[in-house]
């Protein structure tokens, strides 16, 4: 099973940025989709960004125009460039890999943005 590695997260003011990355031990073209998803504390995990295959794109509204997903198949990697954060992107960002109704997590990376 592929294993997937997420580093890139830290700690960062509000209006700043980071760029975490996540890379796959195996081939992440033959996945139906990656996706960056986000867990806050008391709170249920949620869609932040998703890349097909056929790279279709889709964002949370929260996300829209600040964060913008990207996939480099050649180094297995996806990454999240997320821009003017705020402290309510504070979160655990987890990448995963999706094949039909089956879902590869990684271990994810903290963010945490201070006001």
């Known amino acids: 099973q592929v294993q997937l590695v997420e580093s890139g997260g830290g700690l960062v003011q509000a209006g700043g940025s980071l760029r975490p990355s996540c890379t796959a031990s195996?081939?992440?073209?033959?996945?139906?989709?990656m996706g960056w998803y986000r867990q806050a504390p008391g709170k249920q995990r949620e869609l932040v960004a998703v890349?097909?295959?056929?790279?279709?794109?889709n964002y949370a509204d929260s996300v829209k125009g600040r964060f913008t997903i990207s996939r480099d198949n050649a180094k297995n990697t996806v990454y999240l460039q997320m821009n003017s954060l705020k402290p309510e992107d504070t979160a655990v960002y987890y990448c995963?890999?999706?094949?039909?109704?089956?879902?590869?997590w990684g271990q994810g990376t903290q963010v945490t943005v201070s006001s």
């Open positions: 195996g081939n992440i073209f033959s996945f139906d989709a």
């Open positions: 890349v097909t295959r056929g790279y279709s794109i």
């Open positions: 995963a890999a999706e094949r039909g109704s089956s879902r590869v």
